[in-house]
């Protein structure tokens, strides 16, 4: 070995001590493996076919360019060894395990359902009569002319529209036509009729000073109920004479013409005799006469139920 060559290991051999004190000093307790020679260092050697000289030159310039890489320039060392040790950061935290994830990642419940809305009911009870000009009687019943909105139309014989005082005050409705009635297109003129006549009277008023109307304006054929279709098509009709009377009070006679109006499937017996409220209009539901005409002793209740209509006008029950 020449002479040159010695000094130039002894000075990596000290360049290598120092780097090794330098990692000592600075807490590192494993040395890092030794990098790729630089290309520089590397393309810097000549490349030969001699194994030779592979051996000569190459290596010793390979082996000091990597060393120098890795270590760096005595300078170099120096600056970075008087700068006081980085804290060693602390590790990054384990990502959480699968199962972590699973839960992590696992989507938000859905939010729970909200009650579904429930449809408004065409008609309110407690809705006003306000709005567009009400209707005259007559506008009304000329509006409906010779109906065919519904069914009942080609059974009837007369359409039965209503009959009384146009400013009554007081307003009963009934269900729909009877065969008398049909018969001569005036409401409540059979058995029933006489008897809701009779009722009015022990009120203190007279047929005349009163309105009549049912629910539906022609007769169901064989007197059977009428239809939910029936009623929806008719009920406008009967609206809007409502409208028109504007009365203080409406007495409904039997479940249909309550429970319409109402829009409430409560039965006739929980609903008679409690005052109520259609469209801003006191509302007193009761027996429909047909049915006293079958159980005469439930008169006794239709007549606590008209009592206190009467009350509202202030009327004493007739001398009989
Ligand atoms: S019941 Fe009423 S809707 Fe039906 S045909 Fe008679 S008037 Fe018209």
């Known amino acids: 070995m020449a002479a040159g060559d010695r000094e130039e290991l002894a000075s990596l051999a000290a360049d290598l001590r120092g780097h090794l004190e330098w990692l000592r000093d600075t807490g590192v307790r494993e040395v890092p493996a030794l990098p790729k020679a630089p290309q520089a260092a590397a393309s810097a050697a000549p490349v030969s076919s001699s194994p030779e000289a592979s051996e000569s030159a190459g290596p010793q310039v390979s082996l000091r360019a990597a060393v120098r890489a890795t270590v760096g320039a005595p300078e170099q060392r120096a600056a970075t060894t008087s700068s006081p040790a980085k804290p060693v950061a602390p590790p990054a935290p384990l990502p959480p395990p699968a199962a972590a994830n699973v839960i992590v990642n696992r989507p938000a419940p859905a939010a729970r359902a909200e009650p ?10 407690g809705a006003r009569l306000e709005g ?5 009687l007559e506008q009304i019943r000329a509006e409906l002319g010779a109906c065919t909105r519904c069914k009942l139309s080609s059974k009837r014989k007369n359409i039965v529209f209503g009959v009384g005082s146009p400013k009554a005050e007081l307003v009963f409705v009934g269900e729909g036509p009877g065969a008398d009635e049909d018969e001569q297109g005036i409401p409540f003129v059979g058995a029933a009729g006489q008897l809701l006549t009779k009722m009015i009277e022990a009120m203190g008023y007279t ?3 009163v309105y009549i109307c049912n629910v539906v304006k022609c007769r ?5 109920n009428p239809e939910p279709d029936e009623i929806q098509a008719c009920e406008p009709f009967l609206k809007q004479q409502l409208a028109s009377l504007k009365p203080r ?3 409904t006679l039997g479940k249909f013409a309550a429970q319409t109006l109402l829009r409430d499937e409560t039965s006739i017996t929980r609903l008679r005799g409690n005052w109520r409220e259609y469209c801003g209009i006191r509302l007193m539901p009761t027996f429909h006469p047909a049915y006293l005409l079958r159980s005469p002793s439930e008169k006794k209740k239709v007549w ?10 202030g009327k004493e029950p007739a001398r009989r």
Request: aromatic share 2%.
């Open 116 to 125: 579904r809305p429930v449809a408004p009911l065409p008609a309110p009870s």
């Open 132 to 136: 567009a000009a009400p209707k005259t």
């Open 207 to 209: 047929r005349d000073e």
């Open 220 to 224: 169901p054929p064989g007197n059977r």
């Open 249 to 251: 009070v409406i007495v």
């Open 304 to 313: 606590e139920d008209l009592q206190q209509v009467m009350k509202v006008f």
